[in-house]
């Protein structure tokens, strides 16, 4: 029976799991509404709402999986990557707890638990090639095999979710801004609803797509849309405009992801393809992906959609993989903010 507690950002997600795969309880509670008037996460309110909230969580997690403290085996917390107070959070409760209850504490990686989830989708096959895209990360990472990480590419500056996140408060929409960017692209493009916008969208450059190497680049396409923007000021842009360049964005964003993943599964000869994070719940992102692995013959497991942005699940089944492979920590078990994933685990 192994706790999940994940606060790297602005996501409380406590879960608690049996056997590594049974879910008995899951709670995330978000934080938008705290961090929407600043368009962007406030570090110390996110850490302070984790601290607030952790104890209250966990009793509902319990109660509703119907067991008792006593019965928890393993804590798993996140380490790191994240934001160093939210982490901070998370791993001192996570101690407090595990010490208190007579139980092992275990960190883990936050980009590894993204990967993770994709394991409840379906049978992950090595060497797998994984795509994670999130509000902090834009990553293409070779799994050789769990605990085992090659870094392929990744952003130069802005990562997708913050580069979404971004362009929808230059014209208007919500924070997050990756659900309202996609919605509004929607209207306008192919996907359901389409044919919004005669004029089909807006067309944006496509940064570093012909760059030969895997790495990405997102703070170019934000600038392009500020230009268009700005070309268009002083008038208040009508809800066409909205759509097409919401559309147009998503159609750059979407288009060099895909090409690169691809590039990526090809040359390392990957068995199939992974898609993790925040971004990873974008239904355009998902669909090409999967028309550009059936393209090249292998198949594509994306993240449960409920399982993309921050959890408690993805923690608690990385947590027991992890334990039950023999990982080990100890009482000194320490935050690691700018934590990497590593290429092979003792
Ligand atoms: O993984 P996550 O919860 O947090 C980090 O670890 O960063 O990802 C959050 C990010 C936000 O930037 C949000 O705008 C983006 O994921 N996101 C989306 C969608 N849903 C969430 N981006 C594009 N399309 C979506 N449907
Ligand atoms: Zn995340």
Redesign the pocket.
Known sequence: MVLGIET????TGIALLEDGERILSAGVASQESIHAPYAGVVPELASRQHLRLLGQMLQTCVREAGVSLPQIELVAVTRGP?LAGCLLSGVSFAKGLAYGLGVSVLGVN?IEA?IYSCCLAGDVEFPALALV?????TLLVLVRGWGCYELLGQTRDD????A??KV?SMIGLPF????A??ARAMRCGSGPGAGRTASGGVSFPRPLSTSGDLNFSFSGLKTAVLYWLKKHAGKPLNEDEVDGVAHGFQEAVIEVLLKKTLRAAQRADARCMLLA???A???S?RRRLQEGARGIGIALHCAPKEY???NGVMVAALGYRKYTGGVRDDWSLDIAPGLKLVKSEA
């Open positions: 790297s950002c602005d996501e994240g936050h993204h895209v999130s509000g902090g990360h990562a997708v979710g913050e979404y996140d929808a997050p801004g990756g659900p960017v996609e994070g925040g971004v719940r974008n239904e992102l993309c942005t921050d």
